[in-house]
C-alpha cells in the first residue's frame, strides 16, 4: 500500500520517469491520476456553475444551455487544436526530440490566436440571431445574450487553454495540466457568485456574471500556463529560438487539428441538434431538466476523459518509440478500468437520479424531466467507456481521420434522426436515441481498432 500511495503523491507532483520504458500500469497511474483529477475540477465547476445560474431563473439556465450548445463548436476546435498538439508532441518525445516539441507549442499558439479572433468577432456580432436560431424566446434572449457575447468575446482563453493543456499532457507533464485547471476553475467556482448576485464589492450581474467569472478563471489558468512554457520549468520550453511561424509546421498541425476538429464537431453539433429538438418540442423547464442532467452527466464523464487522454499520450509516445504492441495493450488496460468506474457511476444514477437533480431546482417538472434524462443517458455508460478511450487512442497516433467517419455514422446517420423520429413519443425516445448512438459508436471503435491500422500513421 505505501507503494501505491507513493506512485500516487509522485503522480500528482509530476515525473520525469521515461513512460515508454517503465510498466504499463505504472505509466497509466503516473498519466491517469492527474489528468483524472483535472477533469474532476473541470467537472466540478460546471456542477457547481449551473447550481447558481439555476438559482437565477429558467430562463438563465436556458441560454447557459442554448449557448454552450452553440459553444460547443469553439470547444471542439480548442480539442482539434489539442489532439493535434498532444499526439505531435507525444510522438516528438517518444522520439527523445523536445526541441521539436517547443517548435510545434508555438505553431500552434499562433493558429489558435487567428481561429479565436474570427469566432470572437463573429459571435458577438450575431449573438442575439444565434440564441433565436436555437429556439430561444425574446425574454431568454433578453436576459442572456449579454452572457453570450462575452463567452464568444473571450473565446480565446478556452482555446488557448485546452490547447496548451494537451502539449502538457502529450510531453508527460500530465500534472501541470491539472494545476492549471485546478487554479482557473477554483477561481471560477469561488468567483461565481460574487458576480452573479452581486456579494459584497462585486456588482449584481446575474448571468452575465457567470460569463465573467469563467473568463477570469480561464484567462488567469493561461497566463500560468505560458509563465510555465517560458520560465523553463517544464519538458518543453520556448525560447527566443522559437518565436517564428513555421508554416509548414503550422500546415501540419492544421490538417491533423482538422480531422480530430471535425471529429468533435460533427459531435457536438448532434448534441445542437438535440438541444434544438428539446427546446422546439417541449417546455422551458424539460430544457432546463435536460441541461442540469447534462452538467451532471458531464461531473462524470470528464473524469474519464482523463484516462482516455493517458491513453492517447501513452500511444503517441510508445509509437514514436517504434513499440505499437505496448501503445495497443496501454489502450486495452486504460479502457477496461474506464468501463470499472462508469459502471459503478451508471448504478449509482439509476438510483438517485431524482434527489441529484433536485440539488439544482426546486421545480418538480425541471427535476422529473433532468431524472428521465440523466437515467436514460447512463445506461449507456459501459459502451461510453470504451468508446472514449479508443476513440482519442486513434487521435493520440495522429489517425483523425478514422474517428470522424465513426462519428459520422453514430451521430448523424443514427442519432439525429432516430432521436427527431423518437421525439413525437416523448423525451424518453431523444434520450434513448443519444444512449443508442453512443453504444454503436464503440461497438464500431472496437471492431476498427482491432485492425491496427492506425499503428501505421507518421506525423
Known sequence: ?????DLIKKAIKGSDED??????NRAIILL?????LEMVMESLFAVVDIYFVGKISEEAIGVVGLTESVMMIVYSLAIGL???AMAMVARRIGEKNPEGGSIVTVQAIILAVVISLIIGITGVVFAEDILRLMGGSEKLISEGVGFTKIMFATNIVIILIFMLNGVFRGSGNAAIAMRVLWLSNGLNIILDPLFIFGIGPFPEMGVQ?????TTIGRGTGVLLQLYILFNGKSIIKIAARHLRVAFDIIWNIIKLSSGSAIQFLIASAS????????SNNFSEEVLAGYVISIRVII????????LANAAATLVGQNLGANQPERAEKSVWTSAFYNMLFLLFISIIFSIFANPIIGIFSENPNVIDAGTTSLRIICAGYVFFAYGMVISQAFNGAGDTFTPTVINIIAFWMIQIPLAYYLAKYGTEGVYIAVAFAESILAVISILVFRKGHWKKVKI
Not at 500500500?1 to 500511495?5: A, P, R
Not at 491517469?32 to 483524472?36: E, L, S, V
Not at 461531473?299 to 476523459?305: C, E, K, N, R
Request: hydrophobic letters at 70%.
Open 299 to 306: 461531473f462524470t464523464i470528464l473524469p474519464s476523459w482523463g
Open 19 to 24: 513512460l515508454t520504458k517503465i510498466g504499463i
Open 82 to 84: 489539442m489532439t493535434a
Open 209 to 213: 456574471g457567470a460569463a465573467v467569472a
Open 1 to 5: 500500500m505505501s507503494e501505491v500511495f
Open 271 to 278: 448534441w445542437l441538434f438535440i438541444m434544438w429538438i428539446i
Open 32 to 36: 491517469a491520476i492527474p489528468m483524472i
